[in-house]
């Protein structure tokens, strides 16, 4: 069985209604082949959820250039601890994680290209 038939097969035994925001990401992070990113990038899209964060290197970039996130840390590694960290901070400032998190990618997206 390859990984997207055994993904699949594993989707059919999540009772998504069941989970929190952030229940269900974990679920999905159990799935072959599916890691933090791409599972929270379902939930945000598939719940409209500011529970969960999509981080990739554009906005570990933008949150290392704030102060937010130190030089060492990854999403790889590190993706419980930043995400906590980026939650907190759109809280502070009153933002929305999926608008925050947006608006961070696409910005340091163009500056890549500049």
């Known amino acids: 069985m390859g990984i997207r038939t055994s993904c699949l097969a594993g989707l059919d035994q999540i009772d998504a209604g069941l989970l929190s ?5 974990d679920e999905l ?6 890691g933090p990113k791409t599972a929270s990038w379902v939930v945000r899209n598939y719940r409209d959820s500011d529970s969960v964060a999509v981080l990739d290197v554009h906005i570990v970039r933008a949150g290392q250039f704030l102060g937010l ?3 060492g840390e990854t999403p790889q590694r590190d993706y419980p601890s930043l995400e906590s960290k980026f939650l907190r901070f759109a809280e502070a400032i009153r933002t929305p994680a999926s608008l925050l998190d947006a608006l961070m990618w696409q910005h340091m997206r163009l500056l890549q290209h500049a």
């Open 29 to 34: 992070i159990g799935l072959p082949g599916i």
């Open 69 to 71: 996130f130190s030089k």
């Open 21 to 25: 925001d952030v229940e269900l990401r």
